[in-house]
């Protein structure tokens, strides 16, 4: 017997609304307007699974670039494009899926997505030793996203992925052992596996395959338990109730008469790969069409719906799309995206904690904030093992004042090493971050934060990680400039040449004066404290966390 066909590509699972028969997909995709303009679908069986087959062609065109070519050359370029693509939806056992070919892709209607699939499976599939690249985004860390790359694979925690702190957005590596999947059943490689909202691998190509390769996906997610390494992928779970998406819809409006400080620009998961190569964007929104611009900015945004009254601004982001273009003159796309997709923001209800992230709801679960407090809680003591003065609220001391001032009457006890600046930062910001803020009457480690948001404590919790990971690296410059610094600042302060820190004190002035607990630190700070403390904790580093007396 030959050797069975496969081809990678992406498997979508659709919302569970949609019926995986072939009304329940027509109707469905019916009101989709690109769906719509295509020329009649075609109604066939893959294997046993109903499914239809719609297919895109796009008119030959002179190539965008050409006219640049031709003035730079002096030559006549006339080179045509001329794109084409094919959507396979189809449903197994109930369940609709959706597969493309070519440019097909662009065909799934976002809004059909079902966001927890392809995480799902790799929660429970993916060999934590052999992760190749992972994408995060924090959701205090103003729209930052980190991409990490290991052609070879490496284990998830060398990838530095903060179980409490960070949302997933695309994962990917080598499937574990026993995958009853084409593929795997014909090589003795590890099946290479990627998920965001979709599952990327080799799927077969025959019929008979193709349907045995997704029953065997849907088999997983409904039957194996995560792994532990990757319980936490699934900490923060997408609403689907859409009542509750109506409220938060509506949360989102107000918030977008202005935006600043409480919604981010960000770059969708779906067009990183992308973006690098887009010479401009094309923004439609609301039947407004803005000429192509250079760069991405929050306000090209929110001038298109401030004039919307507020329950009509989230609906037109989620109608209207944004473009990238590979020329200036916005001809020639790379791909689009509903407008939403390009923005996030945190809205509370109550107790309860959403992220808008890439279009969707994320509710923060109560087993992500169980466990983060119950991380953290032994690390706040009754008695804490040093003592530090009030600070002073009215009189507007800075960080840097209650530092010199800390270290000014502690008889030499506590040196300041506030503004001693060797590590870069890990979280982007211009300058680099110190060693600490204090040292320490027995060579602690303490950081030192008035604490007026979550965004500065995750901050000052990921300072102290980088901070000692960065004296106890073998290899260290940043170690023999600390132990030189603290020699020429107290005489009676020598430290030893391989010195590395044994305790890491944070000191922490709530910013309205109230008492410092586990309970009055900001949900996401609470993550990120518990991350930055199980990872000190491998290095044999106590991690003590301590409130500053309000004066």
């Known amino acids: ?65 050409c006219a640049d070519a031709a003035m730079t050359t002096g030559l006549d370029i006339r080179c045509k494009d001329r794109g084409s693509g094919g959507l396979l939806v189809l449903g197994v056992d109930g369940t609709a899926y959706a597969l493309s070919y070519g440019s097909g892709f662009r065909l799934i209607p976002d809004g059909l997505k079902d966001e927890r699939f392809g995480m799902s499976f790799l929660a429970r599939r993916l060999d934590v030793d052999r992760v190749s690249g992972i994408v995060r985004r924090r959701p205090d860390a103003r729209g930052r ?49 990627e998920a965001a909202a979709g599952l990327r691998m080799r799927f077969g190509v ?97 001038r298109c719906v401030r004039n919307r009254r507020p329950d009509d601004r989230t609906g037109a982001l989620r109608t209207g799309r944004i473009i990238l273009n590979r020329d200036d003159d916005g001809t020639d796309d790379l791909g689009e995206t509903r407008a939403i997709k390009w923005i996030e923001a945190n809205v509370p209800l109550g107790s309860e904690r959403f992220i808008l992230m890439d279009g969707d709801w994320f509710q923060i679960g109560a087993e992500y904030a169980r466990l983060s407090r119950a991380a953290i809680r032994d690390l706040f003591t009754d008695e804490p093992s040093i003592e530090l003065p009030p600070w002073s609220l009215a009189s507007n001391r800075t960080e840097y004042d209650y530092n010199q001032f800390v270290a000014a009457r502690s008889g030499g006890r506590f040196l300041c090493l506030d503004k001693n600046r060797w590590v870069r930062d890990p979280l982007g910001a211009r300058s680099p971050l110190e060693i600490c803020d204090l040292l320490g009457p027995d060579n602690e480690l303490i950081h030192v934060k008035r604490a007026e948001g979550s965004a500065p404590l995750s901050h000052l919790f990921s300072q102290g990680l980088i901070s000692a990971q960065s004296l106890i690296s073998a290899q260290s410059s940043v170690r023999e400039r600390f132990v030189q610094t603290v020699a020429e600042m107290s005489q009676a302060r020598n430290l030893d040449p391989a010195f590395t820190p044994k305790k890491v004190i944070y ?7 109230k008492q410092l607990t586990p309970d009055t630190l900001f949900p996401f700070s609470q993550a990120t404290l518990a991350h930055a403390a199980r990872i000190l904790r491998t290095y044999g580093i106590e991690v003590e966390v301590i409130g500053i007396p309000a004066g």
């Open 1 to 65: 017997m030959g050797r069975k066909k496969t081809r990678e590509t992406t498997l979508y699972q659709l919302v569970p609304q949609v019926r995986g028969t072939l009304d329940g997909m027509f109707d469905a995709l019916a009101a989709d307007e690109k769906i719509c303009g295509l020329e009649e679908p075609q109604i066939t069986k893959v294997g046993d699974a109903p499914a239809i087959w719609f297919e895109a062609q796009e008119d030959e065109e002179t190539s965008a670039w």
């Open 145 to 193: 996203t980190d991409s990490t790359l290991v052609a070879a694979g490496a284990p998830v925690w060398m990838l530095g992925a903060a179980e409490n702190v960070e949302i997933i957005r695309r994962i990917g590596g080598k499937a574990s052992g026993g995958l009853k999947v084409t593929f795997a059943e014909q090589s003795s490689r590890q099946v290479k596996i």
């Open 206 to 302: 025959a019929p008979g395959d193709l349907i045995t390769d997704i029953r065997e996906c849907a088999r997983v997610c409904a039957e194996e338990n995560p792994r532990p390494a990757l319980e936490f992928i699934e900490y923060i779970q997408p609403v689907t109730d859409p009542v509750l998406t109506g409220v938060l819809d509506s949360e989102l409006g107000d918030l977008l008469t202005d935006g600043r400080g409480k919604v981010v620009p960000v770059v969708p998961t779906a067009l990183l790969d992308r973006y690098d190569e887009a010479h401009s964007l094309t923004i439609r929104i609301g039947g407004k069409r803005i000429v192509p611009v250079a760069t991405f900015c929050l306000d090209d945004i929110l």
């Open 507 to 513: 000191a922490i002035l709530m910013g309205n004066g």
